[in-house]
């Protein structure tokens, strides 16, 4: 079908109530799942359930660009953390249905095409939880406009805050303004969530790195390894280093001695992580989860506290400057 064979003389337009009194079904199931954090429900009520037409002044611009804006993106990160739940109980239940050694003694059930729904699963999780940072980031954009270098309104992503949080907050003015204090507060509040110590340093890279090769490679670039425990259960580990490639360490039997290789334990203890992936997905989870929360606290109080600003005509000026638009009407038949 093409945009041409449709009416497009419209008559009447059918859609959603614009004006709401009350929470809609879904923000409600996620708040009540314990997958929406507190503070974005409490955001989401403040902002009169994002109902057209409710919008505080600071984004109250005359076509309603803003707001709507806020609105959209706000949704997608709720969408991001309903998903990244989903696709992590599809992940649990996926991954303990791939065959091994031990559920074959122990007379347990697998299923054959568990591996491949697995694989699938874990990696709709990371695109997921990324969204829901990147989503978190663009919130932040569109209150703190312009204060976190290289995080412009439209195109923010979370990777720009943490580069922003490896570098210590440069003094502020002499004249400190409500947005110079909630820009501290997100520094402060963000940095141990984004920058622990050891042993969950770097978690944050790590995941970025997964997710940037099962986007652009797929699943296939990553090397899975199952290991067992005392009782012959096996879990399977994931390198947190790439590329990984078991091929270098082998040799064949008749080759010729080379030079002496790691041991296995010490190999395995410097490129797999710690824990298996179950644990490492549940983890990975709630941590995105707790620095969303954190991001949505700071923008639901800024939300009370810059109602009655002025138009925020630097984000409008940012979000109307990132419009893209491409000439592409259909392909050819």
Same mark, same amino acid.
């Given at each position: 079908?093409?945009?041409?064979?449709?009416?497009?003389?419209?008559?009447?337009?059918?859609?959603?109530?614009?004006?709401?009194?009350?929470?809609?079904?879904?923000?409600?199931?996620?708040?009540?799942?314990?997958?929406?954090?507190?503070?974005?429900?409490?955001?989401?009520?403040?902002?009169?359930?994002?109902?057209?037409?409710?919008?505080?002044?600071?984004?109250?611009?005359?076509?309603?660009?803003?707001?709507?804006?806020?609105?959209?993106?706000?949704?997608?990160?709720?969408?991001?953390?309903?998903?990244?739940?989903?696709?992590?109980?599809?992940?649990?239940?996926?991954?303990?249905?791939?065959?091994?050694?031990?559920?074959?003694?122990?007379?347990?059930?697998?299923?054959?095409?568990?591996?491949?729904?697995?694989?699938?699963?874990?990696?709709?999780?990371?695109?997921?939880?990324?969204?829901?940072?990147? *989503?978190?980031?663009?919130?932040?954009?569109?209150?703190?406009?312009?204060?976190?270098?290289?995080?412009?309104?439209?195109?923010?992503?979370?990777?720009?805050?943490?580069?922003?949080?490896?570098?210590?907050?440069?003094?502020?003015?002499?004249?400190?303004?409500?947005?110079?204090?909630?820009?501290?507060?997100?520094?402060?509040?963000?940095?141990?969530?984004?920058?622990?110590?050891?042993?969950?340093?770097?978690?944050?890279?790590?995941?970025?790195?997964?997710?940037?090769?099962?986007?652009?490679?797929?699943?296939?670039?990553?090397?899975?390894?199952?290991?067992?425990?005392?009782?012959?259960?096996?879990?399977?580990?994931?390198?947190?280093?790439?590329?990984?490639?078991?091929?270098?360490?082998?040799?064949?039997?008749? *080759?010729?001695?080379?030079?002496?290789?790691?041991?296995?334990?010490?190999?395995?203890?410097?490129?797999?992580?710690?824990?298996?992936?179950?644990?490492?997905?549940?983890?990975?989870?709630?941590?995105?989860?707790?620095?969303?929360?954190?991001?949505?606290?700071?923008?639901?109080?800024?939300?009370?506290?810059?109602?009655?600003?002025?138009?925020?005509?630097?984000?409008?000026?940012?979000?109307?400057?990132?419009?893209?638009?491409?000439?592409?009407?259909?392909?050819?038949?």
């Amino acid at each position: 079908m093409k945009l041409e064979n449709c009416k497009l003389e419209v008559d009447r337009v059918v859609a959603a109530p614009m004006v709401r009194t009350g929470p809609e079904p879904d923000w409600v199931a996620a708040r009540g799942a314990g997958v929406l954090p507190t503070a974005g429900f409490d955001l989401y009520s403040r902002s009169s359930f994002l109902s057209f037409g409710s919008a505080p002044r600071f984004l109250a611009d005359e076509k309603h660009l803003l707001f709507s804006y806020f609105a959209m993106v706000f949704r997608s990160v709720r969408d991001a953390l309903v998903d990244a739940d989903v696709e992590l109980r599809a992940f649990s239940e996926s991954q303990a249905r791939v065959y091994d050694p031990g559920k074959r003694i122990r007379g347990e059930q697998w299923d054959p095409a568990a591996p491949e729904r697995a694989r699938r699963h874990f990696c709709l999780l990371l695109l997921s939880l990324q969204a829901g940072l990147d *989503a978190t980031a663009e919130l932040i954009a569109l209150f703190l406009t312009g204060l976190i270098p290289g995080l412009p309104l439209g195109r923010a992503q979370f990777s720009r805050i943490e580069r922003w949080l490896e570098q210590p907050l440069p003094p502020g003015g002499l004249i400190v303004t409500p947005q110079r204090v909630f820009l501290e507060r997100l520094y402060m509040d963000l940095s141990p969530l984004v920058k622990p110590g050891d042993p969950e340093c770097d978690w944050l890279p790590l995941m970025r790195m997964l997710r940037n090769k099962a986007a652009h490679l797929g699943d296939a670039v990553f090397q899975y390894m199952s290991l067992h425990d005392q009782d012959g259960r096996f879990y399977t580990f994931i390198p947190r280093q790439w590329p990984f490639i078991p091929e270098e360490h082998i040799r064949a039997a008749n *080759a010729v001695p080379g030079p002496a290789h790691e041991a296995f334990p010490e190999l395995l203890r410097r490129t797999l992580m710690h824990e298996d992936m179950v644990s490492y997905a549940s983890g990975l989870r709630r941590k995105v989860t707790e620095v969303v929360a954190a991001g949505l606290a700071i923008v639901d109080t800024a939300y009370v506290q810059f109602r009655d600003f002025p138009l925020n005509t630097a984000a409008l000026a940012e979000l109307q400057g990132s419009a893209e638009s491409y000439a592409f009407k259909h392909f050819r038949q």
